[in-house]
Nanobody, 126 residues
Framework: QVQLVESGGGTVQTGGSLRLSCAASGGTGSTESMAWFRQVPGKEREFVAV????????YYKDSVKGRFTISRDRAKNAAFLQMTNLNTEDTAVYYC???????????????????WGQGTQVTVSS
């Protein structure tokens, strides 16, 4: 059984930066794809970014391109989300998700991911 634990959330001002971490315990085969989603109250959870372990390939939601960077530490089976130039629309609970190899056309779909963390709150104040 894979467990995901997020950390690094907090409150920053507009234009600030935060780095989220996701530590995965369990088989690396089950965490070939690691991603970040986010959710605000009253809205559906939305895809933010994904990284594939073997290839190191990444894919982002359009609105975060150039501001967010997803990376991972293969040895530690961990993923990170470096967020810069944050704005109030980035305020949300951020979730780490993982699953076996997920094809590009499915990365935005929650059901493609087998494992989820509990979430970490990110608040951007104006």
């Amino acid at each position: 059984q894979v467990q995901l634990v997020e950390s690094g959330g907090g409150t920053v001002q507009t234009g600030g930066s935060l780095r989220l971490s996701c530590a995965a315990s369990g088989g690396t085969g089950s965490t070939e794809s690691m991603a970040w989603f986010r959710q605000v109250p009253g809205k559906e959870r939305e895809f933010v970014a994904v990284i594939w372990r073997r290839e190191g390939r990444t894919y982002y939601k359009d609105s975060v391109k150039g501001r967010f960077t997803i990376s991972r530490d293969r040895a530690k089976n961990a993923a990170f989300l470096q967020m810069t130039n944050l704005n109030t629309e980035d305020t949300a609970v951020y979730y780490c998700a993982a699953g076996p190899g997920i094809i590009l056309s499915s990365v935005r779909q929650e059901r493609a991911y087998r494992y989820w963390g509990q979430g970490t709150q990110v608040t951007v104040s104006s």
